[in-house]
């Protein structure tokens, strides 16, 4: 069966421009990132801790436009803090991320590179059809960061089952591991970016992942106009 993702129409009364990149991956590999793949990781963050030493952290312009995303729906960036910022901060302290595997990695590549929020889900740990919709005060869950985050006022990506994503942090439910062989990539776009700009990004973004990675991927861009597409199994 396959999946569809869907936008809710009502995020785009507060937010015309919003889009996400979907890149789902299929036959994948996800196991220890190659040297390459940590050098480059390690060189960025190090590249980034002396750009931050000169800039404020809303000289980037990702950073800037999540934290205007986030105020826009109602979310305190100060409190609940997109999670492409959490990472510049931590960088910025020079507490540096460390390698834990191919896909992680190349996740947290992007989110530095592309100063966005990006999520990546066990597409068989996913239920049903998925919906990214505003969270509530009762939206939340275990999170990778230790502990019960509530997403009210967040972007969340929910299954038929729970909440599972945010350009916040994710869910430990549907992690990405080392047995995972299909997944589900969600890119929260810089809004200002338009849709070809938004489709090359994803497109590079699954290239590199493939050619780490292995199996195949299949790239999507949604938007106010096109708001849902069928994921394959």
Do not use: C
């Amino acid at each position: 069966m396959s999946l569809k993702l869907e936008m809710d129409e009502k995020l785009f009364h507060t937010m015309p421009d919003l889009k996400i990149g979907l890149i789902y991956y299929n036959k994948i590999t996800v196991s220890e990132s190659p040297q390459m793949l940590k050098g480059r990781l390690q060189l960025f963050q190090e590249q980034l801790f002396f750009d931050l030493e000169d800039k404020a952290l809303t000289d980037f312009p990702g950073i800037r436009e999540w934290r205007t995303a986030w105020k826009a729906f109602g979310a305190d960036p100060s409190r609940y803090r997109p999670s492409v910022e959490a990472l510049y901060r931590r960088i910025k302290k020079q507490n540096y991320i460390a390698p834990y595997h191919s896909a992680v990695d190349l996740n947290n590549f992007f989110s530095l590179q592309y100063q966005i929020p990006v999520g990546i889900y066990d597409r068989m740990k996913l239920v049903g059809d998925a919906t990214l919709t505003l969270g509530d005060e009762e939206t939340g869950y275990e999170g990778l960061n230790g502990r019960f985050n509530t997403l009210e006022h967040i972007l969340t990506l929910r299954d038929e089952y729970s909440p599972f994503g945010s350009p916040f942090v994710d869910s430990i439910r549907t992690a990405v591991t080392e047995e995972t062989t299909s997944a589900l990539q969600v890119l929260f776009l810089r809004p200002s970016l338009d849709v070809e700009e938004a489709s090359k990004l994803t497109d590079a973004s699954a290239n590199m992942f493939t050619s780490i990675s292995g199996g195949d991927s299949t790239t999507h861009v949604l938007h106010a106009l096109q708001r849902s597409v069928d994921i394959p199994d």
